[in-house]
């Protein structure tokens, strides 16, 4: 057994476990030493595909923008589900990390004057979206690890997958970790752990988000003892562009462009007459599903899928060429349409977890309302700090990744300075959990059976079931049905076989071991969207389609049985603005 140790791990490589990483090495003065553990190789991570741009309060003499305004916008976007204590500290340290990747290097879009240039985006009530082109996720990951690379205490780990959580005494130990190149499970030991795994929208088939969003993070902590929070908000993103679900982004309707269905009617000005297509994504994404099941859109003739149009022609080819480049290289790549000349075919996709791991306002992760787990923490979209609520705003994402990046680096940093080694010990936990996790990924599935279940059949049903059940709109019967298909899919997947016998590179192994984290998750998210019989943000019955204040103002935790999961509840914290209806 290979057991490396570190003062701090970090399970993840994008925005938010880098800035964690660089934080955590500036607070200790490089004194400590890092981990970061990254499935992928680093820049790999997902959050190099986020392409519109990352808010903050950055001018607001000059554009009237306050802090106030970001966090109204916030809660009203999340339909009153986010806790306002969370947003105001967010809204407060947004600008200071935009600032602070500007010194590092980002090279932002510029207004002529020199200031840092920002965008209209859904549900924000002024421009305050600051963006490089559309690839503003890739220019901010790049900035982040060319500065990480400078730290001489931070060692990064590519290509390695945790594959559980070791806790002991109700501390996090560390991670058992399968080193992807070599074909061999180790065991990382730190005083202090920060997960920042990112979402899990590939429990979906049509989906903005890459192969590599399976959850892990999420489904270990589920099964280690740790609640999940919100998990029935899954966002739907209007713009995936047909027939792949790759992202439009939001910046394409920020710039200007507007949607438009078979008849070519600009249809949003009956959904949101005030904000039209910047409206919150929740209300265009139904918008868009309503005009096509009301026959108002269009059929995709090979997939059969529904569509509407995003009209960008009238922005001209200079505006598109300098705002929206990666935007019209993908359209013309993907499906061979120059949006200079024509319009996209887009419909909503599964795009972003609002919820996650439980976690508290600064991301220390938490057993139920009152108990921590102590040395851990949680950053990015892994977890749920109750920031986004039903509805996460757009832009809003880059800015907590960053935000919580460094609250997150900063305390558990802090910990690992004054924390017992005993926590670095091998004990029998570890070397039992070693043990069984060795036996479980290359015993078991690894071993040949008759009748053994083929795992990408699996997954192919899996993403059916929530493509279909478990979409924009959801009722209790399609959740019924979404339940016992998945909990048949977790009976199937317990014999499930790794074709591929080698040990070095096996993306098979890999992607078995992922597709047993979806399922867990798709578990979760069914049985908390069925037990909210109300509509707030993403989360819309249709049996049940107006938001309950009464019943439902309230986090939703689910904890792990061998059952199923166990629902909870707990309330949502409000200080300033009370909950009202949304209207744009």
């Not at 600064?362 to 921590?372: K, L, P, R």
């Not at 989360?539 to 935790?557: E, G, I």
């Amino acid at each position: 057994m290979e057991v490396l140790k570190y003062d701090l791990l970090i399970l993840g490589s994008g925005l938010a476990g880098l800035r964690a990483a660089i934080q955590a090495a500036i607070v200790s003065k490089e004194k400590i030493r890092i981990a970061v553990i990254s499935k992928l190789h680093a820049m790999r991570s997902h959050s190099v595909a986020a392409e519109g741009g990352i808010a903050g309060v950055l001018y607001p003499e000059a554009t009237g923008d306050s802090l106030d305004l970001h966090a109204y916008d916030t809660v009203k976007g999340s339909d009153f589900l986010a806790d306002q204590d969370v947003v105001e500290l967010f809204v407060r340290f947004a600008p200071e990390e935009l600032k602070f990747l500007d010194h590092l290097g980002v090279p932002w879009s510029r207004t002529p004057d020199g200031r840092i240039a920002q965008r209209m985006f859904g549900g924000m009530s002024i421009p305050r979206t600051a963006y490089a082109a559309d690839k503003t996720g890739f220019f901010i990951m790049s900035t982040l690890y060319d500065n990480v690379l400078r730290f001489e205490n931070i060692d990064i780990y590519h290509e390695h997958m945790a594959t559980s959580l070791i806790m002991e005494n109700g501390y996090v130990k560390g991670f058992t970790v399968l080193d992807l190149k070599e074909g061999v499970l180790k065991v990382f030991l730190g005083k202090a752990s920060i997960i920042a795994t990112g979402g899990a929208a590939r429990i979906y088939g049509f989906t903005t988000v890459s192969s590599s969003v399976t959850g892990d993070g999420a489904a270990m902590s589920y099964r280690a003892g740790i609640p999940l929070k919100d998990m029935e908000f899954m966002q739907f993103h209007p713009t995936g562009i047909v027939p792949s679900g790759i992202l439009i982004t939001e910046a394409a309707r920020g710039e200007g462009g507007y949607l438009i269905n078979r008849s070519g009617e600009r249809f949003m000005s009956r959904y949101a007459p005030q904000r039209m297509e910047v409206a919150p994504r929740d209300i265009v994404a139904r918008a868009i599903v309503r005009e096509i099941q009301e026959g108002r859109g269009f059929i995709h003739e090979e997939s059969g899928l529904g569509y509407v149009h995003l009209d960008l022609r009238h922005l001209g080819e200079e505006k598109i060429n300098t705002r929206l480049p990666f935007i019209r290289e993908l359209s013309k790549k993907l499906i061979n349409v120059d949006p200079v000349h024509e319009p996209i075919p887009v419909r909503p996709t599964a795009h972003y977890t609002m919820g996650g791991i439980h976690a508290d306002t600064y991301g220390h992760i938490m057993f139920n309302s009152t108990d921590y787990v102590p040395n851990l923490w949680g950053a990015g979209e892994a977890v749920a700090t109750s920031l986004h609520g039903a509805n996460r705003l757009g832009s809003n994402s880059l800015a907590e990744c960053v935000v919580w990046g460094r609250f997150t680096g900063e305390s558990a940093a802090r910990y690992a300075e004054n924390a017992s080694s005993s926590l670095l010990e091998v004990s029998s936990t570890v070397e039992e959990i070693f043990k069984r996790e060795e036996k479980r990924l290359f015993d078991q599935m690894f071993k040949p059976e008759l009748n053994a279940e083929d795992p990408y059949i699996i997954r192919q049903e899996l993403w059916r079931t929530m493509d279909t059940y478990v979409y924009v709109f959801r009722d209790e019967k399609g959740l019924l049905e979404a339940g016992r298909i998945v909990r048949d899919l977790k009976d199937r997947f317990s014999r499930v076989r790794v074709d591929d016998k080698s040990r070095k590179y096996n993306m098979n192994l890999k992607e078995v071991i992922e597709l047993g984290n979806m399922l867990d998750i798709a578990e979760v998210v069914i049985v908390s969207a069925l037990a909210r019989t109300e509509s707030r943000g993403a989360h819309y019955r249709t049996d049940y389609p107006k938001r309950d204040d009464v019943n439902w103002l309230k986090h939703t935790l689910a904890y792990y049985t061998p059952e199923g999961p166990r629902l909870d509840y707990i309330p949502v914290r409000i200080t300033r603005w009370k909950p009202e209806e949304r209207k744009y």
